[in-house]
């Protein structure tokens, strides 16, 4: 692709556009990438990465969560592992090519409307749609947890917005689950503006069958949530919306412990008003692992942060409003559904987060799970330097350290066909060596975290800082 005008430059110096972040200006389809190591011959399919690639120089402060997404694939094929990226081209994305610059402004300026005759039916706000990718019913889908999901190709080209047949009233949750089993999908809107909190199902055809409103008495920050073979699980955060922010300064999310922390269970196609809520001690939840109920035991795992320091400041330094300061760490949840009581037992104290397990045992118990932690240096949320595995049953941690110089992406799981055990796969994730600004997609033994990469392919150039990463494979 020959350069466009107005590519991002960053003369301001803004922190999310430096360094791994800044973004790629170009759109690759590389048939052959070099690599190092084995790759297994039995690992075929697509990883595909979503994150913000912003196109065009951003009209004032720019936030993370602003940037066009970009969709990053590597796909194993028998002997060879080819690479492409592409731009999902949302309506607002499409309006801005057309005029050749940023329409839209970010999330610190949301108030700051576009023209409406140069954006036409593609409306005031940006979905920029690059939070994470799922495929569901056949269909690829990128999501943003404030847009409807936009549809993609395998090929990543996109198709445009999809809102189940007029039947989705607002952006979905960037973690939908999906029951291994029946192939439902289950997922959740939250709202600063009533009503706070919906619950949808889709059926294993991507019909959406079921759709309630579940009151809450304050909109709270719900990023994730997850499910057993008869429940949905969702979190009521002490993370608050105060969208006063907007027109008075200050944070737009802010921690409000004295609203207290509950969990909720309900039947995974209940009524609103078969939520029961379980209080807990205070704290927040990026992101779960899993969920599963056994003798009336309802329990879940994930890394559980108790003094969040979440902000999305309308003034001051962009740097000091990440999407968190501080990363959680690993604790099980456990909720006795007959005695009406909950706890959270944490159960290592290593900070982390990008939760990931063998999603074949979603909502099944399941014995190991994996996250990306620091071993080095401290940092936020998604600058992880270790790749970690945790054995419920014995306890164990095993982790591989990606070196000083190094941040490593969020690492799936991806399962080995010919494998019958839980952790017969691999991990697969980004490693970013900041010294010589490139990129490698990992290969590690998911039954050996600790001896580290296996193979490496290693990209035509970087691929900048993304949220979620995820595996499909040829066959699925
Ligand atoms: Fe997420």
Redesign the pocket.
């Known amino acids: 692709m020959s350069a466009a005008p107005n590519l991002v430059t960053n003369s301001r110096n803004q922190p999310f556009l430096a360094g791994e972040m800044a973004p790629v200006t170009d759109e690759l389809d590389v048939a052959s990438c070099r690599t190092t190591g084995e790759v297994p011959g039995d690992l075929l399919g697509k990883f595909i990465q979503n994150g913000p690639n912003p196109r065009f120089e951003p009209l004032g402060r720019y936030h993370m969560f602003d940037g066009d997404g970009m969709l990053h694939a590597i796909e194993f094929a028998e002997g060879r592992v080819s690479y492409r990226n592409r731009w999902i081209r949302t309506p607002m994305l499409a309006a801005e090519m057309r005029a050749g610059r940023a329409l839209y402004p970010g999330l610190a300026d949301l108030m700051n409307f576009p023209d409406a005759s140069l954006v036409g039916d593609a409306g005031p706000i940006k979905n920029p749609a690059n939070?994470?990718i799922i495929r569901h019913a056949g269909k690829y889908l990128a999501l943003y947890?404030t847009g409807l999901p936009v549809e993609v190709t395998a090929d990543l080209e996109t198709l445009g917005i999809r809102d189940f047949d007029g039947k989705l009233p607002c952006g979905i949750t960037?973690?939908p689950r999906i029951d291994p089993v029946t192939q439902e999908m289950f997922f959740f809107a939250y709202s600063p503006f009533p009503p706070y909190l919906r619950y949808f199902v889709a059926d294993a055809q991507g019909n959406l069958v079921h759709a309630i409103e579940i009151p809450i008495p304050a909109p709270s920050m719900i990023?994730?949530f997850v499910i057993t073979e008869e429940h949905a699980v969702i979190l009521d955060s002490p993370l608050k919306f105060n969208m006063d922010a907007i027109t008075e300064g200050g944070s737009m999310i802010k921690y409000a412990p004295e609203g207290g922390t509950r969990i909720g269970v309900l039947p995974r196609h209940g009524r609103a008003d078969e939520m029961t809520w379980y209080e807990i001690e205070n704290g927040h939840v990026?992101?779960f692992w899993n969920a599963w109920c056994e003798n009336g035991v309802v329990e879940l795992s994930g890394t559980f942060n108790t003094s969040p320091e979440y902000g999305m400041d309308t003034g001051g330094d962009p740097s000091e409003s990440s999407a968190s300061a501080k990363a959680g760490v690993a604790t099980r949840f456990k909720v006795d559904l007959a005695r009406g009581a909950a706890k959270a037992e944490q159960f290592d104290d290593m900070e982390g987060d990008?939760c990931r397990f063998n999603e074949g045992h979603n909502g099944r118990r399941s014995r190991y799970h994996y996250m990306g932690g620091f071993r080095g240096e401290r940092g936020v949320i998604g600058q992880f330097d270790t790749v970690v595995k945790y054995d419920d049953r014995s306890g164990a941690r095993e982790s591989w350290y990606a070196g000083k110089q190094h941040h490593i992406g969020e690492a799936l799981f991806a399962p080995d066909p010919r494998g019958s055990a839980e952790d017969d796969g691999w991990l697969l994730f980004t490693d970013h060596d900041h010294a010589e600004n490139t990129t490698d997609v990992c290969v590690v033994d998911a039954r050996n975290v600790g001896a580290g990469p296996i193979a490496r392919v290693h990209m035509p150039r970087k691929i900048p800082f993304g949220?979620?990463v995820n595996w499909f494979r040829a066959d699925g």
């Open positions: 939070t994470n947890e960037a973690h990023h994730d990026q992101h990008f949220f979620h």
